[in-house]
């Protein structure tokens, strides 16, 4: 990433000329443009919603490469309730095209933002982790939200874990590669409770043992709830993305993608193919691309520990 300072505009910044220095220089953090961006939350607020909107509703035609990006991040970072169902929205995308537009930021920092912008209420972020046609790593960041909420002492643990064995069982009668995701998230509240429905989703084959095996589940439950280290909870509260320059930096805004493809942000699985030029080979790279997403959760939950 460039440490050159970015252009600011010689007239004062508005939402729009804002947007349009995010898209100017794609390749690096403009952070100017955040600042101004900060310095008027009222105003900026309903522009970075639209973004989101556009992105969302137009995949294979918004002219947006990395201003929803920034969106999503300072929304988080404003805690702005009125952009929660957009920033919902993006879990509902259709599986290529969020991959496109928002590569690892589902596995990575969706779940702190939705849980930064919804004000307390955990009803739009339940229905996504049981809409079934949403994506998976979105749903499994849906339901690390809840999660995060009740770690932060936000929520109250036993109704979230009666919540998520619920949409277990109903992803067991459908054998769902998502009721691993969601099992790995739960682990994080020691739910000694779901012990019994855990084996029986391994004796029944539908938990996949290559992402965690049952004997480190029975291992991480040793402790229960209330024996867990102090360090660790610390270390799993909720912390909302302020330092949003931080946030923000540490992301890779350099690399080429193919002109035919819209998005530009990364990270992303070094050499992925974006923008696919026909069926065959998009249904080609989706396991492999299904495989690396799963490892990359996997990653971040041991990262975790």
């Not at 969020?98 to 933002?113: K, L, V």
């Not at 994080?188 to 043992?209: F, H, S």
């Not at 026909?278 to 990653?299: D, F, G, V, Y």
Request: hydrophobic share 40%.
């Amino acid at each position: 990433m460039s440490t050159d300072e970015n252009t600011k505009p010689a007239t004062p910044w508005t939402p729009q000329s804002i947007l349009a220095q995010f898209e100017a220089d794609p390749g690096r953090h403009q952070r100017d443009a955040v600042e101004a961006a900060l310095a008027q939350r009222n105003a900026i607020i309903p522009a970075l919603i639209e973004v989101l909107h556009d992105v969302s509703r137009n995949p294979d035609t918004t002219a947006y490469q990395v201003a929803h990006v920034y969106a999503a991040y300072l929304l988080g970072h404003f805690r702005a309730a009125e952009a929660h169902a957009a920033l919902l929205e993006i879990g509902r995308m259709d599986d290529d095209a969020q991959w496109r537009h928002y590569g690892d930021f589902i596995t990575e920092d969706y779940a702190t933002i939705l849980l930064a912008t919804c004000a307390g209420d955990y009803s739009g972020i339940k229905h996504l982790v049981a809409d079934q046609a949403a994506n998976i790593f979105a749903r499994s960041a849906a339901a690390a939200a809840l999660v995060l909420a009740v770690r932060s002492e936000l929520a109250d643990r036993d109704e979230i874990l009666q919540f998520i064995r619920e949409i277990l069982e109903q992803e067991y009668a459908l054998d769902s590669e998502f009721a691993t995701l969601l099992m790995a998230e739960s682990l994080d509240l020691r739910p000694v409770e779901l012990l019994p429905l855990i084996e029986q989703g391994y004796a029944k084959d539908i938990l996949d043992p290559n992402f965690i095996d049952l004997e480190s589940i029975r291992h991480t439950l040793g402790d229960g709830w209330q024996q867990a280290d102090e360090r660790y909870w610390q270390h799993q509260r909720f912390h909302a993305p302020d330092d949003i320059h931080a946030t923000l930096s540490r992301l890779n805004w350099s690399g080429e993608r193919p002109a035919h493809s819209p998005a530009t942000l990364l990270p992303r699985p070094a050499g992925l193919p974006f923008g696919p030029s026909n069926k065959e080979l998009r249904a080609q790279k989706t396991k492999k691309k299904k495989k690396r997403k799963i490892a990359a959760a996997s990653r971040k939950r041991n990262r975790r520990k």
